[in-house]
């Protein structure tokens, strides 16, 4: 079945403004976005470039919007989206560096700035710090995260205010605060309840909506907003 | 031309990479190069669990770890190293915990662990089927807390070398298209595999083995690059990686009549036999026309371990499954294939980490490797699951630590040669430059499916000659190449054709390995030399480049507790 890429292409060495491009592709069954644009770099136009690698979703670097939504382009089959045109756009919101690749240099900036390590200062002795399943299983979600940036860029409170931390940088906060062998709790919640903290976040689920791993950083930003409430700080 | 000057530069940001640079970057100004950004590199694609005798889910011990890891190694491992690996690993694991990794847990709040092929106890330290996941996230982590110092999408393009000492590296920045010099005291490689010289792989695109012939091309040698591991189970064609740990929960493997037909190849092991044994018998199923409908695919089965286990422990197989065959394994077996998945040879190293150069081990000033790029070796013919991810670690931190020790008692720089980034520019520009009309894309397919064919699973006499003609003819067409970006910007499209350069050197000396290898051990298999030969072939390979394609040296094998016996399982 042939299939029309429709991808928006920017080079701010050459192009004066981004403009989108059509390709023509064959589609077998099976066969993912990611497969479709190396279809396209490889046998059609050589100048297209993207960020790919793992190709079985868990590396991250592959995050786009595609057909308006952000997933990964490895994941998403591309009979299954229906359509005989596929409109594949970069991340949203962060810069563009070259056709589908951006610039994610803030992304990794807010993700640091949380503390993302665990703080324990209480010594550990020579075996493994104990923790019971039902502790670990507060975790299951959040440490499964790829941040690959695409519930960050869906998020309409980051697209409003770029200094908000969001999602991905607030899961990660998540993360060790939940974490029953951390004792940084009080320093990270000082940090994410800061007016660029979590309370920018509106509950509006566009991050769960565009989370590649199914994963829900607005229930987590909820907890995080319950811990807030109930520590004294 | 831009100039860094650092005491230490890595090259690769996985498991070792990382690793080393957390020992490193306390005392003295390291910096990572890599290709990816950290957390996209293939350690995070590991699945199943770090190996490390814990005992918390039965007795266990180093020594007991010790004869499985020497046993799966088909007794090519050396045995000082493999000693090394197994008494450091609880320490290993325990630090990981230490650093936060969340690894499951045990009622008792222990470290929960699971079978996995060839390992005689439940060892693997696993978070349920993300471990490399989240052990290159806390790495990862714990580098942001450490201020190193990352230089994220360079492309190393080669090494520079003063006198026989190594004084840097010339790499690419692959966003901004300008090349750099890095000048330091030490280098270390620790850039991985090269899964991606084969069709079914279950290695990411990057995985193409660049560091291998970046050292191979300037006269050291990479040792044991004969032995390549097949992975059991990949989805069918896809390649992408179904843990072994699957397996170690209790799956099956069928066969178009629904046989657990490892009984006939493994008894007592079954489905946990080692991968060498395991991939081999999938691939006779297969040969045998007993694949599922005739096909090259069997199935694994994991129905009977029931939803909330499959969710619990392997959630990252459900979702695989689902998103790339289409199969819900809660309801239906999945198909699979054997996958081209780790590298048991690479750039020789010493204990410490230091590169060698011949048989006497003679260390190169200023480079180490570790991690899969390396060959120190560990794995000897055939690596046991699980046991790559601590090697990674282990053996980064130990190449961490000797470089360390390395920068203090060296005071000063080795100077650059004159002309240190000649090679890369030339390489670069005649990449640019060329107008020819061979495809990059068109000769690495043809590259990936010949050698599939050829120097895969089973391996003789002649299909080896036949790859060898054909790598000769596309190393030949690749003279003649052009590629479409002949800009600066992000030119991925360069970086395509640099990393097809690398992996049409270095395939030779797999398929030249495995001829010149007349024997069968571990991961190697010659249908015409069926038996393992320890009179002629319990020794290492070392291949040299040389213009009429490598030449080949030997070094002995260590042998400290286990002599050689007949490998049964």
Known sequence: ?233 | MIHHQHDIVIIGAGLAGLRAALETSQVADTAVLSKVFPTRSHSGAAQGGIAASLANASDDSWEVHMFDTVKGSDYLGDQDAIEILVKEAPATVIEFEHMGVPFSRNPDGTIAQRRFGGHSRPRACYAADYTGHVLLHTLYEQCIKHGVNFYSEFYVVSLIMNKGNCCGVVALDIIGGELHIFHSKAVMFATGGYGRAYKITSNAHANTGDGLSIVYRIGIPIEDMEFVQFHPTGLYQHGILVTEGARGEGGYLLNRDGERFMKRYAPEKMELAPRDLTARAEQTEINEGRGIDGKDYILIDLRHLGAEKIMERLPQIHDLALSFVGVDCIKEPVPIQPTAHYSMGGIPTNKHGQVVIDKDNTPVKGLYAAGECACVSVHGANRLGTNSQLEASLFGRRTGKTMAEFLQREEGFTPLPEDAAKPAEEEIAAILGNEGKESVAQIREELQVSMMDNCGIFRDEKKLQKELEIIKGLQERYKHIHIDDKGKRCNTDLIDALELGHLLDFVEVIVAGALNRTESRGSHYRTDYPKRDDENWLKHTLAYRTDKGPRFDYKKVVITRYQPTERKY
């Open chain 1, 1 to 233: 079945m042939e299939i029309t890429f429709k991808i928006l292409r920017f080079d701010p060495d050459k192009d004066k403004k981004p403009y989108y491009r059509k390709y023509t592709v064959k589609v077998e069954p099976g066969m993912t976005v990611l497969d479709g644009l190396n279809e396209i770099k490889w046998r059609q136009d050589g100048t297209l470039s993207y960020r790919r690698s793992c190709r079985s979703a868990i590396c991250g670097s592959c995050a786009m919007t595609i057909n308006g939504v952000n997933r990964l382009a490895c994941n998403t089959q591309i009979l299954l989206l229906k359509r005989k045109t596929i409109v594949v756009e970069p991340l949203r919101r962060f810069p563009v560096i070259k056709d589908l690749i951006v610039d994610m240099d803030d992304f990794f900036e807010k993700i640091a700035i949380i503390k993302p390590y665990l703080i324990a200062n209480s010594p550990a002795g020579p075996r493994e710090r104990f923790q019971s399943p039902e502790d670990r299983k507060l975790l299951d979600e959040a440490v499964i995260c790829i941040l690959c940036g695409a519930c960050t860029s869906s998020c309409p409170s980051y697209w409003y205010n770029k200094n908000y931390l969001g999602p991905a940088s607030l899961f990660k906060a998540y993360r060790f605060i939940f974490d029953s062998r951390d004792e940084g709790t009080e320093e990270r919640l000082r940090i994410i309840s800061d007016r660029d903290g979590l309370w920018r976040c509106h509950s509006i689920f566009n991050c769960v909506e565009a989370c590649p791993k199914s994963l829900n950083p607005t229930y987590a930003i909820a907890e995080l907003k319950k811990k807030i409430v109930t520590t004294k700080l």
